[in-house]
């Protein structure tokens, strides 16, 4: 059997979290960016979101990364990126 395909993350991309929340995918994701990468993590639902921001705070109330912000808004609204954040080639 073969194993499950993973996303392939380099530390220097850009990533757009399009379902971020409760926070586990986006943490990982954040971490496998390291400081070299950055990583934008949307959320729909405003009650989500501040799950999703508690889930990413450390004990003093700050993210525990700082590649990752957090925005929330819906797909067909999103603010314009000044970089790509899809790679097909890689997949």
């Known amino acids: 059997m073969?194993?499950?395909l993973l996303l392939q993350v380099k530390p220097t991309?850009?990533?757009l979290d399009m379902c971020a929340a409760p926070g586990s995918k986006t943490k990982q994701?954040?971490?496998m960016l390291g400081t070299?990468?950055?990583l934008v993590a949307n959320e729909l639902?405003?009650?989500r979101t501040f799950t999703l921001t508690h889930n990413l705070k450390g004990g003093l109330g700050e993210l525990?990364?700082?590649n990752t912000i957090i925005i929330n808004n819906d797909a067909q609204h999103l603010p314009e990126f000044k970089f790509t954040v899809d790679a097909p080639e890689r997949f």
Do not use: I, Y
């Open 2 to 4: 073969l194993p499950p």
């Open 13 to 15: 991309d850009f990533v």
């Open 29 to 31: 994701l954040s971490e």
């Open 36 to 38: 070299d990468g950055f």
């Open 45 to 47: 639902d405003q009650k």
């Open 64 to 66: 525990l990364t700082g």
